[in-house]
């Protein structure tokens, strides 16, 4: 596993949706530097847009921990997750207690987590990032 360095690095995360049925996608975005940055994405065919934030959430913090990270700032423009993840709201939702638990659990592997709400327009590469790999068949 890559060794990071103690500072705080950024990251960055979002799902959509497109299509009638509606087709989802995730995007996350880890800047090491101002020259180096990871970008992630992944389809995830037909779900809901909760589950894929969510989703796209555990992916940002699984990846960032397996590269050596240890203190990371989250930003997304999902408010739902960044309250739940801030402890300000209680998600209980069936179909993604088992993805709120495997977060849970990732954000243990941190020495020092925070998460910030940003607006859509301060997102916008991530969120073009989540709708690459969607296909509408």
Known sequence: MPHMNTNILRGFFDGTSQ???????VGEILFINQNHQYLLRYALGKDTITRDEF??????????FHLGVKRIQVLSDSKLV???????????????NYIIQEITLEMENF????????YK?????????????????
Request: without cysteine; hydrophobic residues 35%; glycine residues 4%.
């Open 19 to 25: 299509g009638d049925p509606l087709h989802y996608g």
């Open 55 to 64: 989703t796209s959430l555990w992916i940002l913090l699984y990846t960032s």
């Open 82 to 96: 960044v309250d739940w993840a801030n402890q300000i709201v209680e998600v209980n939702v069936p179909n993604i």
């Open 111 to 118: 020495e020092k987590t925070s998460y910030m709400h940003i």
């Open 121 to 137: 327009e301060l997102n916008e590469q991530t969120d073009n990032l989540s709708k690459k790999n969607i296909t509408i068949a």
